[in-house]
């Protein structure tokens, strides 16, 4: 459960297992070794748009924005959509 560091391992293990797990039941192998790389294009301040806050809740841009936890987690719950990606953030 990523949410709760007392109840899960580091980001990186559980955000990419599943991916390592896909790959090797499609190769039908064992991994021998593996690596990541990357970078951060999102969610960084020169990003950000004109007028957004800090928390989505009060951003004027909120209702445009892709990444708004609001329309993500809220607007679900309010439907009483409480399946993924609510249950991860929730008991």
Known sequence: NWRNSKQSSFSLLTKSCHD?????????????????FGSLRHFRKDQKPDG????????S???TCP???????????????????????VD
């Open 20 to 36: 390592l797990d896909w790959i090797r039941w499609i190769m039908g192998k064992k991994c021998i070794y593996t690596s990541s």
């Open 52 to 59: 957004a806050s800090e928390r989505c809740l009060d951003c």
């Open 61 to 63: 841009v909120e209702s």
């Open 67 to 89: 990444y708004s936890a609001k329309q993500i987690y809220l607007n679900r719950v309010e439907k009483n959509e409480i399946g993924w990606p609510v249950d991860v953030i």
